[in-house]
């Protein structure tokens, strides 16, 4: 699966692209909101990993504009410091599908991505359209 990560941080983008190119997804870093807004408009993405806290917008700000923007229901998983409940309600409240706060955990990073993946693209049972 395609997937895109945001991160201002060179460090935290490495370690998340290796942990999911490690299970087999191919990955795209981007340190900010404007560069991946661009690239959302002309790639696809199968699902997205995105920071909070930014350069140049929020990642509230950028969920929203995706939801608004892009036709494609694109999962997206919010990977970041914030870690009060108003955080994470706003987080999801914005569109988000799933948060999980750092330090990144990579087991618990693979399993929540699958589960995204898998809810995200599952196939149809035999004899549903």
Known sequence: MRIAILDDEDEQLELVKHTLET?????????????LL????????DLLVLDW??????GPDVVR?????????IPILFLTNRREERDIVEGLSSGADDFMIKPMRPAELVARVQALLRRS????????Q
């Open 121 to 128: 693209y599952a196939e149809p049972l035999s004899g549903e």
């Open 65 to 73: 504009w995706i939801r608004s923007s892009v036709d494609e229901q």
């Open 38 to 45: 661009r690239d959302v408009r002309q790639e696809t993405f």
């Open 23 to 35: 299970v087999g997804h191919h990955c795209l870093t981007y340190p900010s909101g404007g560069s």
């Open 53 to 58: 806290q930014l350069p140049d917008i929020s």
